[in-house]
């Protein structure tokens, strides 16, 4: 596979170079033309064939089907430069887009009997890193073949022989390649004999599959415009690059050091981007490399520099880089197992539609373009269609960042710079400025039998009674997962779970409850009133289990986002009194001794102390309407306006009024 991917990368720079160089004589639009065709070529029978060469290589021996497609793709790509010496231009290029088309029928062939040999080699459970595997020599011989065809090109230039000869070298390097590649598969007896099933759906067929499903939902939606939206501007810049370089005094060197450029990018920004801001939510992140690859794209088409282009292609490359890992892992994490090689093929397929339509039409539209001069006093700026082709397609890349972070933002309402910042600075999802948010969140803390239950009953009940659309839940169990883990948590017989999955399982309760209660609630504008949240985790599992704190706080400030509520209402009260309160037999919790109970207290009081302008500290065992006094004047001070601010606005303006 490393063989025959770094010849596919050889083959795509040689070729491209080679009809670019052919036409080198015709003016811009030739170039552009020719080398979109050589694109064309390549993606083309992948779209008309694909379902009947998969049908075809079904019923064949997997390992005769790879060495006979290896020996005659060998011999179409020794063809080529064989060609090019003899023949005039015209038939060259001619014979280069032909043995294009029929190398690329041949690789329908290769490529499924090599992808269902994988498993028959592979033991299952180590599948997953031989996928990676796949991966990184797929990607990973980019880089190398670009710096070879580049070595290439300044080697024939500095021996000062034909231009066009560095290209035929890299295909001849490219065909040995597939010539090791037959010879390695022979020797491969391990390959079974008898055929196997290789499903190869029709690519159609494939994309109405992956519609249905990614039309609804939105966080796929969501990915896969962005993933496309890359490709596309991918496409755009793979489309012109020859003639953009060409059109920046660079040579076929240059044109491979471009091209290595996306790739070494791409491996930066897979291995250390994600490091960079990996405290950024990564659908953030997502949408943001992809705003950013736009952008760049943009400055690469209007600064005609080639050493300032190679340092963008690098950044582009970097954000295609960061877009792509993320989109396959979010979707490898949260697409179902049933559906997710759906989603994979649904993607790829409708990967190459976009990419050959954007290919097919980017050629064509720089030539229909042509080259432009703008002269002002003694300078002179040069726009051609490459340039716009690459600033259409940053453009595309920009708008499709944007929507498709709309699609599945987790962080809605929360402003992207706020976050930003913070992931610069290396924290973990700033707290979430609630200034933002047009509903109030008040929580009630404290230890057992204190009476939160009770207080946030007569909150929710005076509230209620002023008009406010007021939302009261508790912790843990408000959700339906959330009730299954409270049945754990609080199951007395449930004795030997440990400190950590108790936090854990707080957290994932939390988790749950701010994204399907909470936070839905408090952007409607509603008063949220919940019986206990973060502060209990950092009291019981924090103090009471002796965790460090540190790691309890960065748990639960990932669970609910950075959520903290307006008011904090703290009612305080000694654990022998709360705990004799309390009727019926002790749950898990409060049958710990009465000196976790303490720790717990001591930690909730520390809490408060600690940012008194966010808490209430009320005394537990005054009677039950001194409390319900006393909470309700403060909460009076941050109330909202119950009429909302749009409706006076309407009524401010009615005509009744002002007649
Ligand atoms: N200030 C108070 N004085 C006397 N009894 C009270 C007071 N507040 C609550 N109670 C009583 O104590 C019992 C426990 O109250 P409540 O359920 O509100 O406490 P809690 O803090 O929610 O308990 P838990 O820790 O179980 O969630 C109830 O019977 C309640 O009527
Ligand atoms: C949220 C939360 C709760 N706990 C403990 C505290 C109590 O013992 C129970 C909840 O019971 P309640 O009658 O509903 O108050 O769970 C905890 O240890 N950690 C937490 O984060």
Not at 370 to 376: A, Q
Not at 621 to 650: A, F, N, Y
Request: aromatic share 8%; charged share 20%.
């Amino acid at each position: 596979m490393s063989a025959c991917s770094l010849g596919d990368w050889l083959n795509i720079l040689a070729l491209t170079a080679l009809a670019g160089n052919l036409m080198a004589q015709g003016d811009f639009r030739a170039q552009s033309l020719a080398v979109g065709g050589v694109f064309i070529a390549k993606m083309l029978p992948a779209i008309i064939l694909g379902p009947v060469a998969g049908a075809f290589a079904d019923r064949f021996d997997r390992r005769v089907t790879m060495v006979v497609a290896d020996l005659t793709r060998f011999l179409l790509v020794v063809s080529i430069p064989a060609v090019v010496w003899v023949a005039s231009n015209d038939v060259a290029y001619r014979w280069i887009i032909i043995a294009t088309v029929l190398v690329e029928c041949v690789n329908l062939f290769w490529v499924p009997a090599k992808d269902a040999t994988v498993p028959n080699l592979v033991p299952p459970q180590r599948l997953e890193q031989a996928n990676q595997l796949n991966l990184l020599v797929t990607y990973g011989t980019a880089p190398l073949a670009a710096a070879l065809f580049a070595a290439l090109s300044v080697v024939v230039s500095l021996f000062g022989a034909d231009v066009w000869l560095s290209s035929a070298w890299a295909l001849l390097v490219n065909a040995g390649a597939y010539l090791v590649s037959a010879f390695l598969v022979f020797t491969l007896k391990d390959i079974p004999r008898r055929r196997g099933e290789i499903s190869t759906p029709s690519v159609f067929k494939q994309i109405i599959e992956g519609w249905r499903f990614v039309g609804g939902n939105r966080l796929i939606r969501g990915l896969v415009i962005g993933m496309l939206g890359t490709f596309a501007a991918g496409g755009a810049v793979i489309g012109v690059a020859k003639p953009y370089v060409t059109a920046l005094q660079g040579g076929d060197a240059a044109y491979g050091v471009v091209f290595g450029a996306v790739f070494v990018g791409m491996a930066l920004g897979m291995f250390f981007g994600l490091r960079l801001l990996g405290e950024l939510s990564r659908r953030r992140l997502f949408g943001l490399a992809i705003v950013v690859a736009g952008l760049v794209l943009i400055a690469i088409a209007l600064i005609h520099n080639l050493v300032i282009v190679v340092m963008l292609t690098v950044l582009l490359g970097a954000c295609a880089g960061i877009a792509w890992i993320i989109g396959y892992t979010l979707i490898g994490l949260e697409v179902d197992d049933s559906l997710r090689g759906r989603t994979f093929s649904f993607l790829q397929s409708t990967a190459r539609v976009v990419l050959l339509l954007v290919v097919a039409v980017a050629g064509p539209l720089a030539a229909l373009f042509g080259s432009h001069r703008l002269e002002v006093a003694s300078l002179v700026y040069v726009f051609d269609g490459t340039n716009l082709v690459l600033v259409v397609g940053g453009a595309l890349a920009t708008i499709v960042g944007v929507v498709g972070l709309r699609h599945m933002d987790d962080r809605a309402g929360i402003p992207f710079t706020s976050d930003l910042l913070a992931a610069v600075r290396g924290e973990r999802y700033g707290s979430e400025p609630l200034e933002h948010v047009p509903g109030l969140f008040i929580a009630f803390e404290g230890g057992e039998g204190s009476g939160k239950t009770t207080q946030s009953r007569m909150v929710a009940i005076w509230l209620r009674d002023q008009g406010y659309d007021v939302v009261q839940t508790r912790e843990p169990g408000s959700t339906k997962v959330g009730m299954r883990l409270r049945a754990i948590l609080l199951d007395a017989a449930e004795k030997g779970l440990s400190a950590r999955s108790e936090a854990l399982l707080y957290a994932a309760d939390r988790a749950e409850h701010v994204e399907k209660v909470i936070r839905p609630a408090l952007h409607r504008g509603a008063v949220v009133v919940t019986d206990r949240y973060v502060d209990s985790s950092l009291a019981y599992q924090g103090a009471g289990r002796a965790l460090d704190p540190e790691d309890v706080s960065k748990v639960n400030a990932w669970a609910t986002g950075g959520l903290v509520p307006h008011l904090t209402v703290l009612i305080d009260t000694p654990p022998e009194i709360g705990l004799r309160r309390l009727g019926g037999a002790a749950d898990r919790i409060e049958s710990e001794p009465v000196e976790f109970h303490e720790r717990v207290r001591k930690e909730f009081r520390a809490l408060a102390a600690a940012a008194p302008e966010r808490y209430l500290v009320v005394d537990g065992t005054l009677g039950l309407d001194e409390i319900t006094r006393v909470v309700q004047d403060r909460v009076r001070e941050i109330l909202p306006d119950p009429v909302p601010q749009t409706s006076e606005d309407i009524t401010g303006t009615m005509p009744a009024i002002r007649d």
